[in-house]
């Protein structure tokens, strides 16, 4: 059974930080692309950032950029996405997503993801 879960969101003040886990189990994921999207109360879910599985490329979606980084530790099978001056409008539900193909690209699309984790809620209050 494979399972991404993820982890560390919370109620933060604009202007903090959060870091996210997601630590994938019952495979390995070090040859996929992991990313993150992110989805706000009644809007869809979109793309927020991802790393290949090297980890050599990261790209970020222009709302997070500056504020956003995604790392990986491979060894530990676990994805991160630091994010720093958050922002009332950066709430939302955060899910990491492993893209289905290995070796992919960094950009995908919510039709190119293999798995989910079931989403941490983070919160930020102005």
């Known amino acids: 059974q494979v399972q991404l879960v993820d982890s560390g969101g919370g109620v933060v003040q604009a202007g903090g930080s959060l870091r996210l886990s997601c630590a994938a189990t019952g495979r390995t994921f070090c040859s996929y692309t992991m990313g993150w999207f992110r989805q706000a109360p009644g809007t869809e879910r979109v793309f927020v950032g991802a790393?290949?599985?090297?980890?050599?490329?990261?790209l970020y979606a222009n709302s997070v950029k500056g504020r956003c980084t995604i790392s990986r530790d491979n060894a530990k099978n676990t994805v991160y996405l630091q994010r720093n001056s958050l922002k009332p409008e950066d709430t939302a539900v955060y899910y990491c997503?492993?893209?289905?193909?290995?070796?992919?690209?960094?950009?995908?699309?919510?039709?190119?993801?293999?798995?989910w984790g079931q989403g941490t809620q983070v919160t930020v209050s102005s």
């Open positions: 997503a492993a893209r289905r193909l290995p070796y992919g690209g960094t950009y995908f699309t919510q039709n190119e993801v293999g798995y």
């Open positions: 790393i290949t599985w090297s980890g050599g490329t990261v």
